[in-house]
């Protein structure tokens, strides 16, 4: 069984974001929409699109609002988002927010819940730091660290206040245990009437 779920996570790096939406996806029945992922993966196949971003990138641009979002509207038209799904890294900013609605609206549709993970900056620098450690990443120097976190909480603030107004942000304590914060997230919505997939 499927449950119904249009959920959005949102947290700074190193709020462990990817792991919990992978768990939450899961217990729904959803798929996990990462623009990160879907880029990435074009990108590795070679594709048309692979080579527009690859392109865009290497001139040490971002992906236009524009692009990401057609991309995002075709991942979600195709079938297994058609009971819900999870979206990670998007909407980043005002823009795409209004680019989303558009498209959820023009299928009588609009987001359930925007799971927000509250990570004190601090936490993230030390986790990231420690990730960095692990896994050998020469990128993840302490200034490139703190200046992806400023970005975040630059572009992120403005998106929380739209879907804040709209009563549908949970704010989830993500220091803890991953079980600790996973049924955290499950309560709050659960306490939406979002149920998991038995």
């Known amino acids: 069984m499927t449950a ?15 792991t919990q939406g992978v768990r939450i996806a899961e217990s729904f029945g959803i798929p996990v929409v990462s623009t990160g992922d879907i880029f990435r ?21 971002l992906v236009p609002d524009e692009l990401t979002s057609e991309i995002v509207r075709d991942r979600l038209s195709q079938e297994d988002a058609a009971h819900g799904f999870l979206l990670d890294g998007y ?6 927010v209004t680019h989303l609605d558009a498209f959820l609206g023009g299928r009588d549709e609009a987001l359930d ?5 509250d990570v004190p900056r601090e936490e993230s620098l030390t986790r990231l730091k420690l990730r960095a450690t692990e896994q050998g990443r020469s990128d993840d120097t302490d200034e490139a660290i703190a200046h992806r976190l400023d970005i975040y909480e630059h ?3 403005p998106i929380l206040e739209v879907y804040g107004a709209r009563g549908i942000v949970d704010r989830i304590d993500g220091v803890g245990s991953l079980d600790e914060i996973t049924e955290r997230i499950f309560a709050a919505l659960d306490a939406r009437g979002l149920r998991v997939a038995v």
């Open 113 to 117: 819940a925007v799971i927000l993970l």
């Open 41 to 61: 993966a074009n990108i590795k196949a070679g594709t048309e699109l692979g080579q527009k971003v690859t392109a865009i990138l290497e001139a040490g641009d």
């Open 91 to 96: 909407p980043r900013n005002t823009t795409q």
């Open 4 to 18: 119904s779920a249009r959920l959005l996570i949102v947290g700074p790096q190193g709020s462990g974001k990817g």
């Open 155 to 157: 572009e992120t603030a």
